[in-house]
């Protein structure tokens, strides 16, 4: 059972502390950051409990329908939803790496504890190629709903609404990419490894543009207080 949870918790443990310790200039109140993790962990549950009436109601019976196009809706949604609602205005959203790190905080969050459920009903040999893809890749969706998140917080009023759809759009994008390379059953394999790359990729990108705009952002505010 520890070997098993130890697998679950570690890759998004270790995902989150490389964008912790990426940011250079004041670091973000682990409380907080512990709170949104457990708002992601939380939402896992009404978003299972959700997708299991779907199926049972067989409500969407096409399966491309209920396990990419709705699946990928819900989960992203919810991570949307949450930073929304609990975190966009939150006085500790100082600058504009901090929406990296809420949005990987939130989707790790949700990704552990799918993980965790995932590997206690399949075993532990499945973990590797867990941590490699679906962590990974939740991580990953959190990072660009974190920048878009943190582009709307620091944007002019009239950018604002279109960054924060954005933050909803764009990783909903990826994750519908995901799911449904996932359910080509015989070419996955080969389309997702160009696709991980592309989403590694782009998300590192996102990284550096708001670790760029937030020492930005830092340097303006020390010269500001000299004055």
């Known amino acids: 059972m520890f070997i098993l949870l130890t697998a679950a918790i570690a890759p998004g443990l270790a995902l989150f502390s490389y964008l912790y310790l990426r940011k250079q200039i004041a670091k973000e109140p682990s409380l907080t950051l512990f709170h949104t993790f457990i708002y992601g962990a939380i939402m896992t549950f009404p978003i299972l409990f ?60 949700f990704a552990t504890v799918e993980n965790i459920i995932y590997l206690l009903t399949f075993g532990a040999d499945t973990a590797f190629l867990r941590a490699l893809l679906p962590v990974s890749s939740h991580a990953l969706f959190g990072v660009v709903m974190g920048y878009y998140f943190g582009r709307a917080k620091f944007a002019v009023e009239s950018n604002i609404n279109t960054y924060l759809f954005l933050a909803l759009l764009a990783p909903y994008t990826l994750h519908f990419i995901y799911n449904g390379i996932l359910a080509v059953h015989n070419l996955w394999l080969y389309l997702i490894i160009p696709f991980m790359l592309f989403l590694w990729w782009f998300g590192l990108t996102r990284v550096k543009y708001a670790h760029t705009f937030a020492m930005q952002q830092f340097r303006r505010k020390a010269r500001t207080n000299k004055k």
Do not use: C, M, P
């Not at 966009?88 to 790790?108: K, M, P």
């Open 50 to 109: 959700i997708q299991h009436v779907f199926e049972e109601e067989n409500i969407f019976s096409n399966y491309f329908i209920r396990n990419v196009v709705f699946t990928s809706g819900l989960e992203e949604f919810f991570k949307w939803f949450i930073l929304l609602l609990a975190i966009y205005r939150h006085v500790e959203f100082e600058d504009a790496y901090d929406g990296i790190l809420y949005g990987a905080s939130v989707s790790l969050g």
